[in-house]
């Protein structure tokens, strides 16, 4: 810590001895070891105050026992990559929809022959290819399905 090797701190309290002299140097180290006890009560104050606050214990000894490497992304990637349980789905086979009240809304809005929905806000848009909607999706059901608007040629 700062370079300080056993020898150097020999040297210091060896010229403090000097410099201050027997008699004070008792009084001198008394007042440093009160120093030293309250900068330690401080920290484990504070230590107490932040595990009650986080809800989580800061003890060494707990965070050793802790396997931070299975935090690491690449490892994480990895795993997924290499993961022999996972199958990818078939092209074939679309799970069941789930029809949500803003998919019917957006069906409503979908004409025929319509090749992207637009979803999202206004500074955000998103667009959608219909195709690769699920076929029980109402949105691609009504973009496939939907005769075009009716026009009224007739004159009354």
Do not use: C
Not at 90 to 95: H, I, R
Not at 128 to 149: N, Y
């Amino acid at each position: 810590m700062f370079g300080l090797t056993l020898e150097k701190l020999f040297l210091i309290a060896v010229l403090a001895g000097i410099v201050i002299g027997p008699q004070r140097l008792a009084v001198h180290a008394h007042h440093l070891a009160g120093a030293v006890r309250s900068l330690r009560d401080f920290i484990d104050k504070t230590r107490s105050d932040a595990e009650r606050d986080m809800g989580i214990s800061l003890h060494p000894h707990e965070w050793e026992s802790l396997d931070l490497r299975r935090y690491d992304p690449r490892r994480i990637v990895s795993d997924a990559l290499h993961d022999a349980t996972a199958v990818p789905p078939s092209p074939t086979a679309t799970p069941a929809t789930i029809v949500t009240d803003e998919m019917i809304d957006q069906a409503r809005h979908v004409r025929f022959g319509q090749k992207y929905l637009i979803t999202g806000t206004a500074a955000h848009p998103r667009r959608i290819l219909i195709e690769a909607l699920a076929h029980d999706d109402p949105r691609r059901i009504a973009a496939e399905t939907r005769d075009s608007p009716p026009t009224d040629n007739t004159v009354q």
